[in-house]
T-cell receptor, first 110, second 115 residues
């Protein structure tokens, strides 16, 4: 599975959009990009995933570059409850296990 | 509501003892996974199972054992051979599907402390 690179930490003002970047320059054609988040001392929560096209759901939007070497998770209106560690993972479909790195610690501030 | 349940939430073990962590899901998911998380670190895969009566070692299987006798259940035993078992243990499940993947659903975790 492709390795991903994320910033260690980011801050965001409450009510503003949080844009979390992820580099996955070695991603292969059959690997999806997944995003999860983990609030302190809880299990990770699935946010969104995509293959080529941009995706949006009730939690977030996922923007994948045309060459698929990077992506951005967008939380459109961050709240204090969005403070968490966000993991970006590149992995194959049902045959691939998800490898969680250290992620990005997002702090949403009032 | 469907979900995945881990118990207990906190567990204390004396050195030299085996201990079993429970993981049950009612999502009708095919695959189940066990991860370990140490403070400030990411998750590391211990074992996983794609179907009943079959399981595979992950990256850090030494000192651990699992069974998958029922689709709904995937218990993890931390044996005395695991030298540093104090950690946060997370169970997850997913529905295998050819052609489209689905995300993992995680339990709320078990925090194991050796005393």
């Amino acid at each position: 599975d492709a390795k991903t690179t994320q910033p260690t930490s980011m801050d965001c003002a409450e009510g503003r959009a949080a844009n979390l970047p992820c580099n996955h320059s070695t991603i292969s054609g059959n690997e999806y990009v997944y995003w999860y988040r983990q609030i302190h001392s809880q299990g990770p929560q699935y946010i969104i995933h995509g293959l080529k096209n941009n995706e949006t759901n009730e939690m977030a939007s996922l923007i994948i570059t045309e060459d698929r070497k990077s992506s951005t998770l967008i939380l459109p209106h961050a709240t204090l409850r969005d403070t968490a560690v966000y993991y970006c993972i590149a992995a194959r479909g049902s045959q691939g296990n998800l490898i969680f790195g250290k992620g990005t610690k997002l702090s949403v501030k009032p | 509501d469907g979900g995945i349940t881990q118990s207990p939430k906190y567990l204390f073990r004396k050195e030299g003892q085996n201990v079993t962590l429970s993981c049950e899901q009612n999502l009708n998911h095919d695959a189940m996974y066990w991860y370990r998380q140490d403070p400030g670190q990411g998750l590391r895969l211990i074992y996983y199972s794609q179907i009943v009566n079959d399981f595979q070692k992950g990256d850090i299987a030494e000192g651990y054992s699992v069974s998958r006798e029922k689709k709904e259940s995937f218990p993890l035993t931390v044996t005395s051979a695991q030298k540093n078992p104090t950690a946060f243990y997370l169970c997850a499940s997913s529905k295998n599907s050819i052609g489209r993947d689905y995300g993992y659903t995680f339990g709320s975790g078990t925090r194991l402390t050796v005393v």
